[in-house]
């Protein structure tokens, strides 16, 4: 089965766990980088992204080549903005909204995130869910257990799948 990646990172963080799930799991990587990306030198930038997130922005994407429908498993990741998933992913959902596929989620915040799960499972109904997993701050924390933990998970993400890791 082709695997693939499908995540938005401003701070790296989901990236990280981005390209290590890829990685462990043999995935084409697929990262979401909208037109008009909010400065990361911006210290208000925690403030621009959570607007957004409350107002369900869709901003315009940077197009891309490959075609998720071509895929049969995909993990989504995200950081959680305002207890929301990010825009990016938002505009993916809409153009590219996943269905009949063996789904995985992961997703990076700072804190609590409240009810985020349930609003993530939502965006990705009509799929078998396989599992989610989250990771707290993974860059400033603890990104070597953060990166194992990934890895794991991943490797049982597939398992569940009915799949086996070439590795």
């Known amino acids: 089965m082709k695997r693939l990646v499908v995540f938005y990172s ?9 390209e ?3 990685e462990t799991v043999g995935a084409d990587i697929l990262e979401l ?14 403030f621009v992204g ?9 901003p315009d994407l940077l197009p891309f080549g490959l075609k998720p429908e071509n895929y049969e ?10 207890w929301t998933y990010s825009p990016a992913l938002r505009t993916y959902f809409r ?6 596929k063996k789904v995985a989620l992961f ?4 804190g609590g995130p409240r009810n985020f799960l349930e ?5 990705v109904e009509g799929n078998e869910l396989l599992g989610s997993i989250d990771f707290k701050d993974p860059v400033r924390h603890d990104k070597d257990k953060d990166s194992v933990r990934a890895v794991e998970w991943a490797k049982e993400i597939l398992k569940k799948a009915g799949n086996i890791i070439e590795k």
């Open 20 to 22: 290590t799930i890829a």
């Open 73 to 82: 498993i995909i993990f989504f990741g995200t950081p959680v903005w305002a």
């Open 33 to 46: 980088k909208p037109v008009n990306e909010i400065t990361r030198n911006n210290f208000m930038k925690i």
């Open 50 to 58: 959570g607007k957004q997130a409350i107002l369900k922005a869709e």
């Open 10 to 18: 401003l701070d790296g963080g989901t990236r990280l766990m981005a």
């Open 107 to 110: 997703y990076c915040h700072g």
């Open 119 to 123: 609003k993530f499972e939502g965006a």
């Open 95 to 100: 153009d590219h909204k996943p269905v009949g």
